[in-house]
C-alpha cells in the first residue's frame, strides 16, 4: 500500500495550458504538502493544509491553486503553465502540530512545460 | 525565520570510506531535525531524526547527533556502499508543520 501516492507521475504539456496533479495519503495525517522541486535539487514549500484549511501559501503566484476536498486528499491545479514551471512536484503529509513527526514524500510528479 | 544549510555537494567517495555531510541550522525555539534520502527518480524518504538536543538518529549505518550548541546536525556512515548513492537532504521542522530542508547533497560512491 502506498502511503502517499500522486498521479501522474510525468507530465509534458504545451505552455499556456491547464494541469492537475492529484495527491492523496492514506495514513490518517491532518496536514498535507505541495513542494516544488526545481533543476538543482532544491525543495521549496508551496502550500501547507490542515484538515482542509490552508495552513501555508509561500507567495506562489494565482496560477496555482490546491484544492483539498478531504483531508486525505490534495491536488494542485496550475493554470497557463509557463516554462519556469517545469520541475518536480512533491506531495507530502505529516500528523497535525508534533515535533515528532516527519514528513512522508510521494514519489514525485515531473512536469515539463515545452 | 528558519533555515537549513548543508555542504554543497557532489560528494565523491570510493567505496567503504567514511562519510560526513554537514548540516546546520538556524532556528527560533528547538527544531525537530531530520535526515531525508533521494535516490534518482523516486520521493524522499525518511532517513533518521532527533527531536531534542543531544539525541542521536541512526538507520541503516547512518548517524547524525543533534547539537544545540553548534545548531548543527551532521550526518555520518564509517563506510559507504555504492548503494548509497542519492542525494541527502537535511531538513528542520517546527511545531507549526513546517519543514524547512537545506539543498540536497549529492553522494557518489564507486566501486
Known amino acids: 500500500d502506498t502511503a502517499v501516492s500522486q498521479t501522474p507521475k510525468y507530465l509534458v504539456t504545451q505552455m499556456g495550458n491547464d494541469k492537475s496533479i492529484k495527491c492523496e495519503q492514506n495514513?490518517?495525517?491532518?496536514?498535507m504538502y505541495w513542494y516544488k522541486q526545481d533543476s538543482k535539487k532544491f525543495l521549496k514549500i508551496m502550500f501547507s493544509?490542515?484538515?482542509?484549511?490552508?495552513?501555508i501559501n509561500e507567495t506562489v503566484p494565482n496560477r496555482f491553486s490546491p484544492k483539498s476536498p478531504d483531508k486525505a486528499h490534495l491536488n494542485l491545479h496550475i493554470n497557463s503553465l509557463e516554462l519556469g514551471d517545469s520541475a518536480v512536484y512533491f506531495c507530502?503529509?505529516?500528523?497535525?502540530?508534533?515535533?515528532?513527526?516527519?514528513?512522508?514524500f510521494g514519489q514525485g510528479t515531473r512536469l515539463t512545460v515545452v | 525565520g528558519n533555515s537549513v544549510t548543508q555542504m554543497e555537494g557532489p560528494v565523491t567517495l570510493s567505496e567503504e570510506a567514511f562519510l560526513t555531510i554537514n548540516c546546520t541550522y538556524t532556528?527560533?525555539?528547538?527544531?525537530?531535525l531530520f535526515w531525508y534520502v533521494q535516490y534518482p527518480g523516486e520521493g524522499l524518504q525518511l532517513l533518521l531524526k532527533?527531536?531534542?538536543?543531544?539525541d542521536k538518529g541512526s538507520n541503516k549505518g547512518f548517524e547524525a547527533t543533534y547539537r544545540k550548541e553548534t545548531t548543527s546536525f551532521h550526518l555520518e556512515k564509517g563506510s559507504v556502499q555504492v548503494s548509497d548513492s542519492a542525494v541527502y537532504f537535511c531538513?528542520?521542522?517546527?511545531?507549526?508543520?513546517?519543514?524547512?530542508f537545506g539543498s540536497g547533497t549529492k553522494l557518489n560512491v564507486k566501486p
Open positions: 507530502a503529509s505529516s500528523q497535525e502540530y508534533s515535533l515528532n513527526t516527519e514528513a512522508f
Open positions: 495514513l490518517g495525517h491532518d496536514t
Open positions: 493544509y490542515n484538515n482542509k484549511e490552508l495552513i
Open positions: 532556528a527560533t525555539g528547538y527544531p525537530s
Open positions: 532527533a527531536t531534542k538536543a543531544d
Open positions: 531538513a528542520a521542522g517546527d511545531n507549526f508543520n513546517k519543514f524547512y
